[in-house]
């Protein structure tokens, strides 16, 4: 069975920055199972130490970490939030925070169960807790980069009256930071001893394209509407062929 | 291995199912275990019980919970029905399975199916929330019944082909021959679609017409079968 406190090397998949070479064994010296007790250690840590994170969502406690990792995730995507809505002002300066950092929780939430099945289906070692994490880091690495686009997002929503273009920019920067974000999973998976990443990949599809759909689902994010919900049901793709053809 | 494991402790184990892991699984074909037994049909009922509420949601709230009824039982009665048949089979096409493995591997691939749709449940609950309603005027609801129908075969697809997989592992383990394993898994595969499409002919309708009532089986349920309305159909298809 496995030993939660394993932490063999990684058979396959991506690499981090972060994690020792040559003889030791990741997650063999002090510094690489150091806790992380505050946000602020949090957010460096997944920066500069992401396989110190792992190591430690490999621990038998991991629930406070994933609490803080959650937690910087929110607040990450509360202030990128802010930026995306000041394009509009007035109530997207509210509206789209709440819009965003809820649609990437509840996209997380969607998600959750079937990464923890193909996690299994791929052969990781993977208890819930652990896969969890794994989400709310990829969750807090996405905000982190996120918040790096914020200023270049700022001015821009401040030169540009088009809503294509702006909405073209943050999926640009959305697709920036996924795929750091997903590196950071894919990472997690070797970390687990999943023999397959095929498992990985499927899950990858899922998320994006319930990602995708979400900013379809709780329009406008960027421009502005008398609801704060859509009361009409599209998929993503005709939203966005509707918002560039006017 | 222990004859009377407990239901916690069974729950725990299951994730060796899903990673494949035969030497900890084959054991479970051994003797019959309750607790076992239990957590299999716990599975099913959830896993696609969520599922089928998912599909029926989109029609209404009674219909989802009929299809949460019905999905599971689907399930259930085709194992139990071609219990006997698929422990005939096994051995005539060279598998030495008594009819209590044979019973048990079908159980466990189908929990692993359960499993998987019970997971992707609430993606499809999210799909279902994005897709414009039923009953909707205009071309939207035709096109969200099609966007709905594609994503729920991909589903149960990904689910039926992950769980064949580990049932031909399972078979190859317990016959030590890969072409043997293949012949029975193809041999239950075609009963088990001959029984489970007809039951689930007979238990329609899963999201049923916006025009007709909500009901769990309609007044025609034993009247017809699925292959005469799929002849029908495709006989509509090529024209008078």
Known sequence: MHNPNDTSPATSGASLPGAPSGDSLPGSEPSERAAIPSLTSAVDAMLRQPQRVLNLLSDARPGPLIARLLMSSVLCSLIYGVVVGTFSGGAQLWAAPVKIAAGLVLSALICLPSLYIFACLSGAQARPAQVWGLVAGLLTLMNILLIGFAPVAWVFSQSTESVALMGALHLLFWAVATAFGLKFLCAGFSHLNARSESGWKVWVVIFVMVTLQMTTALRPLIGTSPHFLPPEKKFFLVHWRECLSQ | ?240
């Open chain 2, 1 to 240: 291995m222990n004859s009377t494991v407990a239901f916690a402790p069974a729950l725990r184990e299951l994730p060796a199912l899903l990673r494949g892991e035969l030497e900890a699984t084959t054991p479970w074909l051994d003797r019959w275990q309750r607790a076992r037994l239990g957590v299999h049909v716990v599975v099913i009922l959830a896993g696609a019980g969520l599922f089928g509420a998912a599909i029926g949601c989109w029609r209404a709230p009674l219909a989802a919970f009929y299809t949460a009824l019905k999905l599971p039982l689907i399930i259930m009665l085709t194992t139990l029905g071609n219990a006997l048949l698929n422990a005939m089979l096994a051995p005539l096409l060279g598998a030495n399975l008594s009819p209590r493995q044979t019973l048990l591997t079908i159980l466990l691939s189908f929990t692993l199916a359960s499993a998987i749709l019970g997971s992707l449940s609430p993606l499809l609950f999210f799909v279902v929330w994005n897709t414009p309603p039923l009953a909707a005027p205009g071309a939207g609801a035709g096109a969200g019944y099609s966007f709905l129908l594609v994503a729920q075969t991909a589903m149960i697809a990904l689910a039926g082909v992950v769980a064949n997989l580990r049932l031909m592992q399972m078979l190859q383990r317990l016959s030590g021959s890969r072409a043997v394993a293949r012949r029975v898994m193809l041999a239950w595969l075609a009963g088990n679609l001959l029984l489970g499409s007809q039951l689930a002919w007979n238990l329609r309708p899963f999201v049923g017409s916006p025009g007709l009532p909500v009901e769990f089986l309609r007044a025609n349920a034993f009247q017809g079968n699925f292959f005469e309305a799929l002849l029908r159909s495709m006989r509509e298809l090529a024209g008078p």
